[in-house]
């Protein structure tokens, strides 16, 4: 078997698995897959629908937008949602796709998970309900998966009585890697003393917290996005993709939680990686900038960019050149596919030996970065 981890693939949720996992007194705040008049399948909160489920076949985007097409014309759906989706939502399948694409292991981060968060996020109640269905529906996953299936929480800081509760529980299933929101916690930054608790508990639960393309909190103000798509995707959050993950990642270095908990890790996915070169620049000149424009600053031993390196390790898409990145930032990349979204491929092997790379000549590339974050 090829030494390669798959860091970021999609596990779809059963259209009732929500309402299924959540807790029993809380299922009217459970989300659901539901067909409306015309074959369209919905994410739905109550009688809200959140985003369209779509027919996702890797390196076919084209196919989403004919189908939204389709919808927005009054045409009925040629597509039986259910049926299609059902092997992405099976972890037993998963172990075909392994094979057939020679990889060791995956990652498994849900796929409706990163479309619902912004829309509840007036509802904390509800939030914390649906990331706890989702939490323990994954939770037999590594013991099915015999050490080839990795899934990844959801969690929210706001409550950090609950999220101790989850990171325990987590733990104990063998759950490695949870998906938050790189954004202010109820106005607070990541590095608020009063948000410490949290990361000592990520690090005491062995548990490491991962930025992944999401409807999140947006780190603009609304005005800047324009009118929401309904099923569809802002062109502002799509060209200003990484922003929240630099952000957030630049406050827990430059205001010393890294130092603070040096075995904290952190992961970002699905966010690009060409920007990390120049980041990693501009973090270290802005502090000696500041810090000699002051007369004072952060009182850390290291520079920013090697907080970076030590303890941050990003997803880098094939044609981004990793080699590149690699030489002019380090080697703190990572490999994947995002199977089976239509962004994604199902030939990633190749696709990076198109581009120079292999996992003979880059293991960290293709499998140390990952199990780093996976403390394996």
Known sequence: MTAFIDC????????????????????DSALRIVDDELGYSWLTFRDRRLSLAEPHRPREVDAIGRYRQRWLKGEPSDLDYHAFAAPYSDPVRRFERLDAMGAEAAVLFPNYGIVWERSLATDLG????????????????????????????????????????????????SVRLALIAPAL??????????????????????VTPVFHVADQPRPFEDGWYGADVPGGISVMSTIFLPTAA???????????????????????????????????QMMDGGVRFASSFNGDGPALPMTPSEYFRR??????????????????????????????????????????????????????????????????
């Open 8 to 27: 970021d693939t999609h596990l779809f949720e059963p259209a009732d698995m929500w309402d299924r996992y959540a807790d029993p007194g809380r299922r």
């Open 246 to 280: 630099a952000l957030a990642i630049t406050d827990l270095i430059v205001n010393g939680v890294l130092e603070r908990h040096p075995d904290l890790r952190l992961g970002v996915m699905e966010l690009s990686a060409v920007w990390v070169p120049l980041h990693l």
């Open 311 to 376: 303890q941050v390790r990003v997803a880098a898409f094939s044609y981004e050149r990793a080699d590149f990145l690699a030489r002019t930032s380090g080697d703190i990349f990572m490999a994947c596919s995002d199977y089976p979204h239509t962004e994604g491929t199902d030939t990633p092997l190749g696709d990076y030996e198109r581009a120079g790379i292999t996992p003979e000549s880059s293991a960290a590339f293709f499998r140390d970065n990952i199990a780093f974050l996976l403390r394996q």
């Open 126 to 173: 509800s939030t914390l309900t649906n990331m706890g269905a989702w939490n323990r529906w994954i939770a037999d996953v590594p013991a099915e998966g015999k050490g080839r299936l990795h899934p990844v929480a959801h969690l929210s800081l706001r409550d950090l009585d609950w999220l101790e509760d989850q990171l325990a529980r987590l733990s104990n299933a």
């Open 185 to 206: 916690v109820d106005g607070l930054p990541f590095s608020a003393p009063e948000l410490d608790r949290a990361w000592a508990a990520f690090v005491d639960n062995g």
